[in-house]
């Protein structure tokens, strides 16, 4: 079981009260029939967005103690990433033990942790059986992109089936691509009826729904799908894919952070939020951290309801780490493979 703060023992660190609190347990969000009343009521007061997106990048900071828990939670909030042509079964295992074990075991020892582990791994439909394999007997879900990733450019049947294919292999996290189109020309009820059909086809697998939104016209597109996509049943609403121009940026996190507020006070349902692209610094990812504490509070920042979708943003997490426990930092060749 991994302590949720900082221990005092063998680094003379204060405790940490941000990390003290459970996460907690609820039901998975249903979906609840579609409501174009809501949807079209959006508006978004784009300046008062940019403005806090743009206070919160340069004024929020955590340091010493502080910094090394919150560093810890978002190791365990990482979705290791491999999406790559050249993947292999043996890249995808050596991705799959880092995310069994992120953390050297003298970190975890000087930190007073064990058992840290990644959020989850994801990677393509033919990858997750080797990722199943390698990943057995630990507790790090499997999850895998699907639906026509990254492009939604195939026909549903085949979306449908891909998504099934990935979940009889052994996923249990979906990471699924919207069809853009319907976005951009505002065919709510058609992207509705979709995400209601992948939903289904996830079975107990749970749903994440990546927006694109670098490639979606308005704040006030991103919002409404953020809704729609929430309304149809996605446990989890997600920036991007990572192979847009545009991925995840603090104005578009802090918009879809509130829909999922908005729905969460409206419906009760839990919805979690996953950032992804672009985001490759320990700094970065403590902003995107504090962001979630800010607008949606604690219960978002475990990884039941907070993720980051990253390949390379572990490495310099542990170079932050050791340099909070050392006081020097290692070259990022002394850190094993992220």
């Known amino acids: 079981c991994i302590r949720d703060r900082v221990s005092t023992q063998s680094t003379g660190l204060k405790p940490v009260a941000f990390n003290t609190m ?188 990546i927006l694109a939104v670098g490639e979606l016209p308005t704040f006030r597109d991103i919002y409404k799908a953020s809704l729609v996509t929430m309304m149809a049943g996605a446990d989890f609403i997600k920036t991007s894919t990572g192979k847009e121009s545009v991925n995840a940026t603090m104005p578009v996190g802090i918009l879809m952070a509130r829909a999922v507020r908005d729905f969460h006070e409206k419906t009760g349902y839990y919805v979690g939020f996953k950032p992804a692209g672009g985001i490759r610094s320990a700094k970065d990812a403590t902003l995107w951290l504090s962001m979630m504490f800010e607008e949606l509070g604690e219960d978002w920042t475990h990884p039941n309801l907070f993720r980051i979708g990253a390949s390379s943003l572990l490495q310099d997490v542990e170079r932050q780490i050791e340099h909070g426990l050392s006081g020097s930092y290692a070259a990022a060749y002394y850190m094993p493979m992220a």
């Open 22 to 209: 459970p996460k907690i347990d609820f039901p998975r969000n249903p979906g609840i029939p579609l409501d174009l009343a809501w949807v079209e009521r959006t508006r978004v007061n784009k300046p008062a967005l940019l403005r806090r997106a743009a206070t919160h990048m340069k004024r929020r900071s955590v340091k010493k103690a502080t910094q090394l828990a919150w560093l810890v939670r978002v190791v365990q909030c990482i979705d290791l990433t491999t999406l790559a042509g050249d993947d292999t079964a043996g890249n995808v295992n050596r991705l799959c033990r880092k995310a069994a074990a992120p953390l050297r075991p003298d970190f975890e020892q000087k930190l007073g942790v064990s058992g840290v582990t990644c959020g989850a791994v994801c990677v393509y439909p033919n990858r997750v059986a080797d990722a199943v394999k390698a990943l057995a007997g630990t507790n790090v879900p499997v999850a895998s992109v699907a639906a026509g990733f990254p492009a939604g450019q195939t026909p549903l049947p085949q979306r449908l089936a891909e998504i099934e294919a990935a979940v009889a292999a052994g996923a249990t996290e979906i990471d699924i691509v919207i069809s853009r189109e319907h976005a951009i020309n505002h065919n709510w009820q058609a992207m509705y009826d979709e995400t209601v059909a992948m939903r289904k086809a996830c079975g107990d697998a749970h749903l994440k729904c």
